[in-house]
Every structure is written in structure tokens, then in C-alpha cells.
């Protein structure tokens, strides 16, 4: 893989096992939108970009960017320094599912995204479908959040820091319709803000076990079992956890006859047969049953 910047827009070539709209599209992030021309707009780490891939040519192109702002920001963002076909090809061997899922969503790959904005983005997501998510992500941003550039005509905002969002009330909040999230946000806002931002990122380093840091999540407000295994696998790099949700239930049942009730041995059935990739399984089984009407309800509209 080679990077080069030329007037602005950063050139990645010999990207492979790489899809924009399987990375963007498969419930792991928030802040992404396509346009009609089919480039992504978006924004992490307090920076807005574009980007298009040219999946024949293997060009990722970042538009709006400098190669220090690739090298520091969106090359570990799009984790593109990990071996994806590897992955794919132990997740795959003796598992005839896994390797229907894996050929579905093949280029998908798990964004190391920022702790805090994946903190707040995964309480807002619970119970909620992904078009409303975003919605009350942009909006939150909008409403607290500070502008940090324009793109297209569009202006972009990042979300608010634990120490704005702790100072908000519950009526400031309330143009983002949050519902009773809004009440887990502040509350974990002041959490975080007490106890400073460094004790949520040292979650991430690899002396924490991924138990520890599963643990340890759901020490704030309003974070389940569901929501801190994805914060753990979105922002944390542990691979291994396997967030249960409505859909992977359904899938582990269809496609590997599991009840649907029964999580326990979807997270022993996971620990098993995927090991340390459990989460990159796990996003190849939710794109998989959410994007294949095969096996996805006529009526599922997540997206």
C-alpha cells in the first residue's frame, strides 16, 4: 500500500479487502452519508473528508486531506495496516456459513473510531434504527458540537465534548429527540467528565483485557451488555467481542440453528468457532443478514 497527496486529495493505492459501502453500511458508525455521485461524506476525529474507492484499480481517494492527516488520522481510522484476507480466510475455512457471509460482505473492515463519539453514538442507538441514529447524531453535533468545515455545501460539526455535554440540561437536548437517552447522555457525560477522558481511553490499550474493558464499560450510564461489546469491538480494538443484537440473533438462529432466546451459547458458539475475530464475524453475519433478502425479513427496513 502507497499513499501520495496531489492537490488535495490524498491517492491510497494497492488497497485490497476494502469496501466503502460495506465499512460504511454495516451498523458500526454513524457519521458516514453517500452521495449520488457515490463518494462518502463524513467526519471523525474532529475532521471532515470525502472518499471514494475504485474497487478494480484498488484506489481509495480522500478528498480534502493532507498525507500527514492520512498517516495520523484515517489509515488507522479504516485500520488499513490489518490483514483482512488472513482474517477471512481462517473466519472461513470449515464454516460453509461464515464463508457465504464473508463473500457478501467482503470488503467490510472495523473502524478504529474515536472512544468518546462511539460511547455516545452507541447509547443513542439503543432501540433505534440506524436512519433515526444518524439523525439524532448530526443533530446533537449541530446543537452543541462545534463546526469544523464544509464540504460540498454542506457544513459539518463535531460532536460535543463530555464537558459541554455535561453541563447541558435536558432542555437543551431536546431539539435532538433523543427520548430518554438524553438523560444516559449527560449523566455519562459527567461520568467521563469527572473522571477525565483518559480513563475511557486507557480502556483501548492492550493491557486492558477485552473482559476488563467489556466490564468497565458498563460502569456508565446507560450501557448494556450490547452496547459496551460494541463500543469495546468500534473503538477499542477488541476484536474478539460479539455484540447480540435483534438481528444477529436472528442470523445465529437461521444460519447456525441456535435459539434466538438463547445468548449464552451464541457468545460460547462465537468464542469457540471465531475466537479473537468474533467481532469481524460478527459484522460479516449483521451486513449478511441485513443487506440478503434471502435470509433477511421482507419488512426489515434498519437502514
Not at 61 to 72: A, H, Q, T, V
Not at 181 to 187: V, W
Not at 190 to 199: C, F, N, T
Amino acid at each position: 500500500m502507497t499513499a501520495e497527496e496531489r492537490n488535495g486529495v490524498v491517492f491510497v493505492e494497492s488497497v485490497k479487502d476494502f469496501d466503502l459501502d460495506n465499512i460504511f453500511d454495516c451498523g458500526q458508525c454513524f457519521r458516514w452519508e453517500k452521495t449520488e455521485t457515490g463518494m462518502y461524506l463524513g467526519t471523525a476525529y474532529g475532521r471532515q473528508a470525502a472518499m471514494s474507492y475504485d474497487k478494480d484499480k484498488e484506489l481509495l481517494k480522500i478528498y480534502g486531506s493532507s498525507l500527514e492527516e492520512f498517516e495520523g488520522i484515517w489509515r488507522h481510522y479504516l485500520d488499513l495496516d490489518r490483514d483482512y484476507s488472513s482474517i477471512k480466510h481462517i473466519l472461513a475455512d470449515k464454516d460453509p456459513v461464515m464463508a457465504k457471509a464473508i463473500e457478501y460482505g467482503q470488503g467490510i473492515r472495523i473502524l478504529n473510531q474515536e472512544k468518546w463519539e462511539t460511547l455516545i453514538s452507541f447509547i443513542i442507538s439503543q432501540n433505534n434504527n440506524i436512519p433515526r441514529i444518524k439523525k439524532c447524531i448530526d443533530s446533537l453535533a449541530a446543537t452543541l458540537g462545534k463546526k469544523i468545515g464544509e464540504f460540498d455545501g454542506r457544513e459539518f460539526f463535531a460532536l460535543p465534548d463530555a464537558e459541554t455535554l455535561a453541563g447541558a440540561g435536558l432542555d437543551d437536548l431536546a431539539p435532538c429527540r433523543l427520548g430518554y437517552r438524553a438523560k444516559y447522555l449527560i449523566e455519562t457525560a459527567r461520568q467521563v467528565a469527572e473522571e477525565g477522558l483518559d480513563s475511557l481511553k486507557k480502556l483501548g490499550d492492550d493491557s486492558v483485557s477485552s473482559e476488563e474493558t467489556f466490564e468497565a464499560l458498563k460502569r456508565y450510564c446507560g450501557v448494556g451488555p450490547k452496547v459496551a461489546n460494541c463500543i469495546a469491538l468500534f473503538s477499542m480494538g477488541k476484536t474478539d467481542r460479539f455484540p447480540i443484537d435483534v438481528w444477529v440473533r436472528k442470523v445465529m438462529n437461521r444460519l447456525y440453528g441456535i435459539a434466538e432466546n438463547n445468548m449464552k451459547e451464541m457468545e460460547l458458539f462465537a468464542a469457540k468457532n471465531f475466537g479473537r475475530y468474533g467481532g469481524i464475524a460478527q459484522q460479516y453475519l449483521f451486513y449478511y443478514i441485513t443487506h440478503n433478502k434471502e435470509i433477511a425479513d421482507e419488512d426489515s427496513n434498519i437502514f
